[in-house]
């Protein structure tokens, strides 16, 4: 088939989250074909996934491995805490002229999101999030994705794909393209302030949905009303406990330290 969404997902808490991804997906983009990738074999389709197929082997990056197992020739990979919030619309073209396709990672001032395992690359240079992926069956995306697995799994030192995913783009002759951030919305504040013509918000791509398996008491949160509620009140919080400037910034802008966010708010993919 020429284009569809895959989804990897591993145990009942995440494999829940994907369907109600999914969800969002076929609400919003009718007739697009899906595909689940999962341990459990009897996740029941329910009208949501065409295909379910097994992972090659359960881990917490399992998507390296599912990504060149795709049956799409133009594929969309979506992670389990997403909500597709209106249609895609010519969103695959992009791939008549590149490879792949994927949005800057949050929290670019912070160490985290700059951190490459052989490289060190400039600031303006840092992480793409790789929970929405873009890309086309090639010689060389398949390449790539080879890679890309074979140096992860390689150094058990490297919890986090993006490290890897961040040289191997660095180095790499790959026809890749930065996605809009509408594409993977990861801070909802930006809404408001987004005008009318800036921007059409796609995909909600935000931890909080996994509030309930990572906070005790914590409610499931499943729209995009209660995600933007949740993160005004977690950005509110996280201004307010830091307390220094940096240059740069107008003097009456919301305080930050040495450039770096506080912690406390969601952590990236």
């Given at each position: 088939?020429?284009?569809?969404?895959?989804?990897?997902?591993?145990?009942?808490?995440?494999?829940?989250?994907?369907c109600a991804s999914a969800a969002s997906?076929?609400?919003?983009?009718?007739?697009?074909?899906?595909?689940?990738?999962?341990?459990?074999?009897?996740?029941?389709?329910?009208g949501l996934f065409d295909r379910v197929h097994a992972v090659p082997r359960v881990h917490e990056r399992a998507k390296l491995d599912c990504l060149p197992l795709t049956r799409f020739d133009r594929t969309l990979f979506l992670d389990s805490d997403t909500l597709v919030l209106q249609g895609f619309g010519d969103l695959f073209d992009l791939l008549?002229?590149?490879?792949?396709?994927?949005?800057?990672?949050?929290?670019?001032?912070?160490?985290?999101?700059?951190?490459?395992?052989?490289?060190?690359?400039?600031?303006?240079?840092?992480?793409?999030?790789?929970?929405?992926?873009?890309y086309r069956?090639?010689?060389?995306?398949?390449?790539?994705?080879?890679?890309?697995?074979?140096?992860?799994?390689?150094?058990?030192?490297?919890?986090r794909d993006q490290v890897i995913l961040k040289d191997l783009l660095w180095e790499s002759d790959l026809r890749f393209y930065v996605l809009p951030p509408e594409f993977n919305l990861r801070r909802t504040p930006m809404l408001d302030a987004w005008e009318p013509l800036d921007a059409r918000p796609t995909v909600?791509?935000?931890?909080?949905?996994?509030?309930?398996?990572?906070?005790?008491?914590?409610?499931?949160?499943?729209?995009?009303?209660?995600?933007?509620?949740?993160?005004?009140?977690?950005?509110?919080?996280?201004w307010a406990a830091v307390g220094a400037r940096p240059a740069g910034w107008p003097a009456n802008a919301p305080l930050v330290p040495d450039g770096q966010a506080a912690s406390g708010s969601a952590s990236t993919d």
């Open positions: 088939m020429a284009d569809g969404v895959i989804y990897v997902a591993t145990g009942a808490d995440h494999v829940a989250l994907a997906l076929r609400a919003t983009n009718p007739g697009l074909a899906a595909d689940l990738f999962t341990d459990d074999p009897d996740v029941p389709e329910a008549a002229r590149f490879d792949c396709a994927m949005a800057h990672d949050v929290r670019r001032a912070s160490p985290l999101v700059q951190e490459g395992r052989d490289h060190v690359t400039p600031y303006a240079f840092p992480q793409l999030n790789s929970g929405v992926l873009l069956r090639s010689e060389a995306m398949w390449a790539f994705l080879e890679e890309w697995a074979a140096r992860f799994h390689a150094d058990p030192a490297v919890v909600l791509h935000s931890h909080r949905l996994q509030d309930h398996l990572r906070v005790p008491g914590a409610a499931r949160l499943t729209t995009l009303d209660q995600v933007v509620a949740a993160e005004r009140a977690a950005h509110a919080a996280e």
